[in-house]
T-cell receptor, first 111, second 113 residues
Framework: EDQVTQSPEALRLQEGESSSLNCSYTVSGLRGLFWYRQDPGKGPEFLFTLYSAGEEKEKERLKATLTKKESFLHITAPKPEDSATYLCAVRNSNSGYALNFGKGTSLLVTP | DSGVTQTPKHLITATGQRVTLRCSPRSGDLSVYWYQQSLDQGLQFLIQYYNGEERAKGNILERFSAQQFPDLHSELNLSSLELGDSALYFC????????????FGPGTRLTVT
């Protein structure tokens, strides 16, 4: 069965203090690893899709990387508006089209 | 704004009742997915429709059902509601049957009292 584990559960950073969020996964036949951002009471917002080990994608202060067992979401010089819950999800060859989500990392960036 | 719309935004109802949640996908998207998000379980996949046909099922209860109409909007029907059904219900859409990126709507918050 697919397993997606995100760590830490919560992270508090000062503005400008770079850090990384981790997503460890166990799937048979990865068909994509996804990162989403979710603000309280809102729907998840799509950020990145990674398909193969070694792949990297960037968007503003965020960079996502992928290895065979985990993915990292690096946040460089974060700002308070980066505060949100970041969700990782996987899609494997056996799950049809559904995404299997981790429980997320709640990020708070203070001024 | 993802382009996916959901109504209503909030719904408060009593145990044993039945409710219908509605979703309109992004323009041109043929696939619709329903997810449930609760504090303890996180985001859980319920069901997927593609161009009017059911394509995949997750841990959807027998009391729950869904359909996708010819205009591609979808409805999720929840019946015999229990306190534990209180959650956020999200609809997502993607361009095709095999499209990987899913775009989420703003959700419907269901409270069962």
């Amino acid at each position: 069965e697919d397993q997606v584990t995100q760590s830490p559960e919560a992270l508090r950073l000062q503005e400008g203090e770079s850090s990384s969020l981790n997503c460890s996964y166990t799937v048979s036949g990865l068909r994509g690893l996804f990162w989403y951002r979710q603000d309280p009471g809102k729907g998840p917002e799509f950020l990145f899709t990674l398909y193969s080990a070694g792949e990297e994608k960037e968007k503003e202060r965020l960079k996502a990387t992928l290895t065979k067992k985990e993915s990292f979401l690096h946040i460089t010089a974060p700002k308070p508006e980066d505060s949100a819950t970041y969700l990782c999800a996987v899609r494997n060859s056996n799950s049809g089209y559904a995404l299997n989500f981790g429980k997320g990392t709640s990020l708070l960036v203070t001024p | 704004d993802s382009g996916v719309t959901q109504t209503p935004k909030h719904l408060i109802t009593a145990t044993g009742q039945r409710v219908t949640l509605r979703c309109s996908p992004r323009s041109g998207d043929l696939s619709v997915y329903w997810y449930q998000q609760s504090l303890d379980q996180g985001l859980q996949f319920l069901i997927q429709y593609y161009n009017g046909e059911e394509r995949a099922k997750g841990n959807i209860l027998e009391r729950f059902s869904a359909q996708q109409f010819p205009d591609l909007h979808s409805e999720l029907n929840l019946s015999s509601l229990e306190l534990g059904d209180s959650a956020l219900y999200f609809c997502a859409s993607s361009a095709g049957q095999f499209a990987y990126e899913q775009y989420f709507g703003p959700g419907t918050r269901l409270t069962v009292t």
